[in-house]
């Protein structure tokens, strides 16, 4: 990758990125100093000129793939991984990446740029590194986005996430009452409650999970499903409460969820159903028969081998015995 950058007194700001992988990962160090911040415009195709007082790093990498370099912005775009030195980021940074779907920053990135996200359609997780406490920029992200996203956090040196939280989506319409003349806004989505689920820009475990009977009334069985997992699976801050009301609204809905734990290949979260013990024996028929519907791919065989083994195990068919 060749970087485009300037020195700062903070250090190093990176001002353009080109490269033939559309997934960016920044340096944490640049010719002896740290990389904190990211200039305005850095990743938009939108940027009305380019700047010309800049400083060139470039790899060894670069150099030899230089005919498949482009300019990493806009639409050319898919992921963003910022070093754990990056304090800020400028203006509509990524405004116009329609294409990107994934970021990844620490609590140390704590100045967001107006209009950073605009046009992020695609954005659907976020990777965060707590180095220094459990203050992110987490919620003003969220603040600026519609549509569904999913948090990871990761606690220091540990390579699994200590909580993955599902961010619904939400979006207003405008409804017209013909007859008496009046419009109104219709919300839809549980996902502008949960982005108040802050606290001084901490995560607040109990109101998130508070929520939760919200969510069942205005999301899909996709969302509640992955939702219900990512906490049970991953369960920071989760109260011996919210892990029963969790697990009531899977042992409730098992045929559905696990239909559509099938469809999306989730063996992980099937199996974690089989540890905490909440099949039952028509949602595990259920899911077997909607499994072997479509036993094509790999993927679909081996979920079909675990259900059928979890049903000879936990509902084995007794043989009748016969005397003459």
Known sequence: MRIHYRETESGIEIVRCFGADGNVELPAVIGGKPVTRAAAYAFSARKAQEDEDVLVCET???????????????????????????EEIGKYIFYGCRDLRRLSFSDRLTEIGSGAFTGCRSLSRMDVRFLTGRKSCVPEILGDLWQRIDAVFYEPGSPAPAAYLVFPEHYEEAVENTPARILFTQ???????????????????????????????????????????????????????????????????????????????????????SRRGLWTEAALDAAADHASAGAGTAERRSVLSFLMNEKHRLFPVRKGKYEL
């Not at 498949?68 to 030195?85: K, N």
């Not at 801050?237 to 989730?266: C, P, Q, V």
């Open 187 to 273: 919300h839809h989505g549980s996902g502008n409650n949960y982005r108040q689920c802050f606290y001084g820009k901490e995560m607040d475990y109990r109101k998130y999970d508070d929520l939760f009977y919200v969510a069942k009334a205005q999301d899909k069985t996709s969302v509640l499903s992955d939702l219900v997992f990512a906490r049970l699976m991953y369960p920071a801050g989760l109260t011996g409460e919210a892990e029963e009301m969790y697990e009531s609204y899977i042992r409730e809905h098992g045929a559905k969820t696990a239909a559509y734990l099938t469809d999306t290949g989730n063996l992980a979260a099937l199996r974690e159903m």
């Open 60 to 86: 060894e990498e670069s150099r030899l793939f230089r005919q498949q370099e482009r300019l990493l912005a806009g639409e050319a775009v898919e992921s963003v991984r910022f070093p754990d030195t990056m």
